[in-house]
């Protein structure tokens, strides 16, 4: 009897003292596995009158990536933690209090918030307060120097948007943006790394080959709309990921957030 309690005893000091499975592996659910409820199912709503709509709908996800549309009325509060390293990106101006009084947020300016850390905020503007939220759900695929190598062996221009408003070592967020009628066939850019954009505004993408000849695609997209493209390897060789864009339509500009995966 007194064999069997020791046994027990010894068992319980090794139950305490060596961490399960779950525990040594919490800190890394995200990245292996989707969470198990979307960000759009963990939103506290502090605006008075109660429970108002979700201000989260979700556009796209797979095994990378997941895009979602926040649109947060005037008046209202949100609050959620993010379970995984995430870009914000503002979508027209807006006026927000996020504990530290009152701030102006330009248009497609870009936050990134780490995982596991809280986002809050009151929408005190007039208008809705809109962002598109892209949710990273896998480590780089390329270290650093590897995406370096990717970027230098391409044959044509890498620069894939308008304007790279954020890089670090998740992503590389791209603003594009055409006036109307604007872009040019010539204007060729290449494709080295997975990638997913979002139209923030109805828009017309006329495409061309890698060589300027027009007629690759003639992409209609509404508000919302994402396409998401993988991108192998070998791409900086292969001319097919090269492409050139034109607006497609004669009165209103082209508006597409882009984000490449690292």
Known sequence: MRALLRL???VTVLRF????????TAAFAGWRSPPKRHLTEKV??????GEKSDPVRLLFDNDRIRVSDFRLAP????????DLPTVRWQVDPGVADRGRGPEDDADKKVFFVEAGKEWQLRNIGESVYRQVIFEIKQPAKHTEEQVRDLLARATYSTNVGSQLL???HLCRVWDFWLPPGGGSFEDVHHHVLDYAFVYVAP???????HDGKPGLFDSVNKDGD???????????EDVKFAHGGKNGYDDQPMREYLIELK
């Open 166 to 168: 954020f890089e670090n």
């Open 203 to 209: 828009g017309r993408l006329l495409g061309s080959f």
């Open 17 to 24: 003292f060596v961490p399960g499975r779950r525990a040594q």
């Open 226 to 236: 994402v396409t998401w493209s993988y991108i192998p390897d070998t791409a900086p």
């Open 44 to 49: 506290t709503r502090m605006a008075e009158g």
């Open 8 to 10: 027990l005893a010894a």
């Open 75 to 82: 008046g209202d509060s949100f609050r959620a933690c993010h």
